[in-house]
């Protein structure tokens, strides 16, 4: 079962344009975090929403957590190449699996220039 | 800073050969992880350790085996490799819960033939 889902799956587009990628699922979270991978690497951490309703921008990045903890998504301002990777979802559960993340299957993003 | 190690970076075995994956951190984490990574399917936990000597099954265990006998390593064991584990598989290190962000390794490409 695919906890959470996320759309869309792969995203091209021109320099300089807007996107957002959503995450979703029907399970609560206590907290939701995104990572972007680059070929060849681990991922990294780009940030951690634990509130509902919480909004945290990282320069061109804005994240956003659903009011209801079930949702959030990721909005990149004017795309670069640099934004170019894997962007992953990943939400942590409470109780007996609060130990584990579980992660979307990830959003593929090419930023032409 | 070498973060989480893990070695080898690439290894391709025969169906039935035995291996193991070392990871290695040096953060003085608790928590630490076993992925694998396949295309279209995101990262799926394999096994998992919330201490030194402490080991749990994650999603897809099966087929696998784990050790933390020390706290900076976690090992990963494949005993009778089958085609199907042909993968990138990825350790990730934590100091805590879920909320807590999560430290990859660069990842063991590995090909079972």
């Known amino acids: 079962t695919q906890l959470l889902e996320q759309s869309p799956q792969f995203l091209s587009i021109q320099e300089g344009e807007n996107l957002t990628v959503y995450c979703n699922s029907s399970?609560?979270?206590?907290?939701l975090q995104w990572y972007r991978q680059e070929p060849g690497e681990g991922p990294v951490l780009l940030v951690t929403?634990?509130?509902?309703?919480e909004v945290k921008k990282l320069k061109r990045l804005t994240f956003q957590f659903g009011d209801a903890r079930k949702d959030s998504s990721l909005h990149i301002t004017a795309a670069q190449p640099g934004d170019t990777g894997l962007y992953l979802c990943?939400?942590?559960?409470?109780?007996?699996?609060?130990?584990?993340?579980?992660f979307g299957k990830g959003t593929k993003l090419s930023v032409i220039p | 800073n070498a973060g989480v190690t893990q070695t080898p970076k690439f290894r391709v075995l025969k169906t039935g050969q035995s291996m193991t994956l070392l990871c290695a951190q040096d953060?003085?984490?608790?928590?630490m992880y076993w992925y694998r990574q396949d295309p279209g399917m995101g990262l799926r936990l394999i096994h998992y350790?919330?201490?030194?000597?402490?080991?749990a099954k994650g999603e897809v265990p099966d087929g696998y085996n784990v050790s933390r006998l020390k706290k900076q390593n976690f090992l990963l064991g494949l005993e009778s490799a089958a085609p199907s584990q042909t993968s990138v598989y990825f350790c990730?290190?934590?100091?805590?819960?879920?909320?807590?962000?999560?430290?990859f390794g660069d990842g063991t490409r590995l090909s079972i033939l």
């Open positions: 990943a939400g942590g559960l409470t109780g007996a699996g609060s130990y584990q993340l579980t």
């Open positions: 350790s919330v201490g030194e000597g402490t080991t």
């Open positions: 953060m003085n984490h608790e928590y």
């Open positions: 990730a290190s934590t100091p805590g819960g879920a909320r807590q962000p999560q430290h």
């Open positions: 399970s609560v979270f206590s907290s």
């Open positions: 929403v634990v509130t509902g309703g």
